[in-house]
């Protein structure tokens, strides 16, 4: 029973491995049970050991280093090769950890094997380590010897790979790129070419050769379709393509990116950047033909989107929100001042400053609430007036079937300039008001669907707009 349970871990284990997308989370959970039951029942040492090992590695495919660590720790000593790859797995989750100098002290108690192999293993380990741990050109000279080593085959590639990668980190492209070269002579397959051609891209671009490293990461995406090495790649041509203000193509290598399968970091971060990417190419595109009385608002969003994707030293932002709040209307200077108290770096005191200012624009603004909730103050005079709060009565009104008086406020809300922040929420739900109130003329009603379809298409309400504008199409 327990030499079956290790199998069926083991199977398992090997069929997480294989699902290359990154979704084979529930076959590393199910692995990891095969292996605990077989820990549990087995007398046998060996049966143990392997399946201590195994669960080990499971725990790190999900990311569960503690849990890898004590299963590792737990291997013992008969059998020599087992326990010497059980201690460089322990090492190797240390340095995941960024315990590098318990990874070192654990390096230190291991024995150089008899085997080239292992003692290749243990060398590669070190070079890791010491890449980690802040000495990347000593680290990549260490795993150069390790690649020596193993002579040929996948542990000559890994070797060669962290030796490229510390030449990297230690600003030195052109040896990495002469390691590279090494590996082009002898390794063909589409997944050593992927990772060739993106550390190539990394070492195009410690050299400024922005274009190279455009076209290295291409060739990354060609020959990965579905693993990380891709992922990554598209990530970091879109950046480079961004910050040559081909700022269209970046949207298009994002928009590739999140469309991938797997749970990879990149697919993740990329999400976020082109969310932010692509509102601030539509503010931007949108600023020259805006209505006098929009331009200072997206000068702002403009200048927020800058810093959710530049950071809070983007000086074009900065300035352009010194500047507004400055010379803008009231509301506009409030925002400003409000952005500019999160993203200046200065002391409490100038932030409260800021904030304070703020406040005192804000008469009709959702931003009081926030700024009263971050200063501790009570609700001002105005709180009713405000438009989430509006909104939210309505919304009662309209659930208790008292259509008239929630239009009635809803239209005081849309005349509103603090509403244009959630204009497609107000729109949807005057619609709704208006469709229970007689004296609405249904032009009205359409009017909103149609600046909801065409101006808000993306969030639910003007999915919602849309789709009701075409069953009233197909009735007609």
């Not at 932002?317 to 010379?327: F, P």
């Not at 209307?329 to 932030?351: K, Q």
């Not at 501790?376 to 989430?388: F, H, K, N, Q, T």
Request: proline share 2%; hydrophobic share 40%.
């Amino acid at each position: 029973m327990d030499d079956a349970q290790l199998l069926l871990g083991d199977a398992l284990y090997l069929l997480g491995k294989r699902t290359l997308t990154g979704s084979g989370t529930s076959d590393f959970e199910e692995a990891i049970m095969a292996y605990s039951s077989a820990i549990t029942l087995t007398e046998d040492i060996e049966i143990r050991d392997r399946a201590c090992i195994g669960l080990g590695l499971a725990a790190m495919e999900l990311h569960r280093l503690n849990e890898a660590e004590d299963s590792f720790a737990e291997v013992s000593t008969e059998n020599s090769d087992r326990y010497f790859t059980a201690k460089l797995l322990l090492v190797e989750v240390l340095i995941l950890r960024n315990l590098h100098e318990q990874a070192i002290a654990v390096i230190d108690t291991i024995e150089t094997p008899d085997s080239d192999s292992l003692a290749a293993e243990l060398n590669l380990i070190l070079g890791q380590c010491l890449i980690e741990t802040g000495y990347p050109d000593s680290g990549a000279v260490v795993s150069i010897e390790a690649g020596e080593m193993f002579g040929r085959g996948s542990g000559r590639f890994r070797a060669y790979i962290t030796a490229a990668e510390g030449f990297l980190m230690a600003g030195k492209p052109a040896d990495a790129v002469s390691v590279l070269d090494v590996l082009l002579s002898g390794y063909r397959s589409d997944g050593e070419l992927a990772q060739i051609a993106l550390l190539n891209g990394s070492a195009m671009e410690l050299n400024e050769d922005t274009t190279g490293a455009i076209q290295s990461y291409k060739s990354t995406t060609d020959l990965d379709g579905f693993r990380e090495w891709g992922a990554e790649a598209l990530y970091r041509r879109a950046l480079l393509l961004e910050g040559c203000d081909r700022v269209e193509e970046a949207i298009e290598v994002l928009t590739e990116l999140t469309g991938r399968s797997g749970d990879y970091v990149w697919i993740r971060i990329g999400e976020g950047r082109l969310y932010n990417l692509e509102r601030l190419y539509e503010y931007t595109k949108e600023l020259p033909e805006a209505d006098e009385t929009d331009v200072d608002l997206l000068r702002i969003m403009i200048a927020e989107k800058r810093i959710d994707l530049y950071g809070n030293a983007d000086e074009e932002a900065i300035t352009e929100l010194s500047e507004l709040s400055q010379t803008a209307p009231d509301m506009e200077r409030a925002l400003a001042y409000a952005i500019l108290a999160d993203t200046r770096g200065i002391d409490s005191d100038s932030t409260e400053v800021l904030l304070s200012m703020a406040y005192e624009l804000s008469s009709g603004g959702d931003i009081a609430t926030l700024i009263e909730d971050r200063l501790g103050l009570a609700r001002r005079y105005d709180y009713e007036e405000r438009p989430s709060v509006m909104l939210s009565n309505a919304w009662i009104n309209i659930e208790s079937g008292l259509y008239e008086p929630a239009w009635e406020s809803l239209q005081d809300l849309l005349d509103s300039p603090w509403s244009r922040m959630i204009r497609f929420e107000v729109l949807w739900a005057a619609y709704i008001a208006g469709i229970g109130t007689v004296s609405v003329d249904s032009d009205v009603l359409e009017n909103y669907l149609i600046e909801l379809s065409e101006d808000y298409p993306k969030t639910q309400e003007g999915v919602a707009a849309t789709m009701r504008l075409g069953g009233s199409e197909n009735e007609e």
